[in-house]
């Protein structure tokens, strides 16, 4: 019996060194929502940035994906994070101008031996790109961050880079799906845009991940609307805020190298 009580305290000091270490992560904020040994439990760090090695987080059951899509999203000790991406066809679209002032809504554009695109221009055709969100965020819910990302394919030239591009959202609580068939602007789509658009997303010439500058003052006006209830479908508009023949090309959803666009919202 004596020998017993010695074996299973010596297992006990040898397991001692690994809870303390467990203990320390949890402290840490290194295991999140982790409860330590001696009853008290981490809080999740909200305003860290998830690393690529580092696996993926889950928040409200959606992937989080890399550290690089975290910028211009600070958090709140107190805030939950939706991530939310385009889930089809319909949640990214553009619209074009003709030679004849018509304007054209389509749902990407296509090019042999390409994969499909989006684009934003200050050329004859002023493109302009619209993303479409179901979103779950309680209406009346305070937003204390939110971003838009989204992929680059191309440039037109490197003129581009420190140009800026303007972000505005339709002023609805459910933005209708984007249809090829549809002849008329952005402002006509299913309601009106707010008209105060979020300037200052700068063009970066190097990385291809583009995440805005931040909305949640687009978020939380949509948010507050009496037609608004979690699960409906936020819109935005991306506008060129620059000048000349210059385009910048965004991949489609459908783009077979990826090219979800993704918003991140911060609520509590």
């Not at 971003?147 to 459910?174: F, H, M, P, Q």
Request: with cysteine; charged share 25%; proline share 4%.
């Amino acid at each position: 019996m004596r020998r017993l009580l010695v074996v299973i305290a010596v297992g006990l000091a040898g397991c001692w060194p690994f809870q303390q270490t467990l203990d320390e992560r949890c402290d840490a904020g290194l295991l999140e929502g982790c409860e330590r040994a001696d009853g008290g439990a981490s809080a999740p760090d909200a305003g860290s940035a998830e690393s690529d090695a580092g696996g993926a987080e889950r928040d409200a059951g959606l992937d989080a994906p890399d550290a690089g899509r975290d910028a211009g999203l600070p958090g709140d000790a107190g805030s939950r994070r939706v991530v939310v991406m385009v889930s089809g066809d319909e949640d990214d679209g553009l619209w074009v101008v003709h030679s004849d002032g018509g304007t054209e809504e389509r749902l990407s554009y296509a090019v042999a031996n390409s994969d499909p695109y989006g684009t934003i221009s200050s050329d004859s055709e002023k493109a302009r790109m619209g993303f479409r969100f179901s979103l779950d965020v309680p209406r009346g819910a305070k937003i204390d961050a939110a971003a838009l990302t989204i992929e680059r394919k191309y440039l037109s030239d490197n003129s581009l880079g420190g140009e800026a591009i303007s972000v505005d959202a339709w002023a609805t609580g459910d933005v209708p799906a984007f249809d090829a068939t549809h002849r008329h602007g952005p402002e006509a789509h299913g309601s009106p845009l707010f008209g105060a658009p979020v300037t200052g997303w700068l063009i970066n010439v190097v990385e291809v991940t583009m995440v805005s500058q931040d909305l949640r003052a687009l978020v939380q006006a949509v948010v507050d609307r009496g037609d608004w209830a979690p699960g409906k479908h936020i819109g935005f508009v991306a506008t060129a805020a620059f000048t000349g023949p210059r385009y910048l090309q965004i991949l489609d959803v459908k783009a077979a190298q990826g090219g979800l666009a993704e918003l991140r919202v911060d609520y509590h």
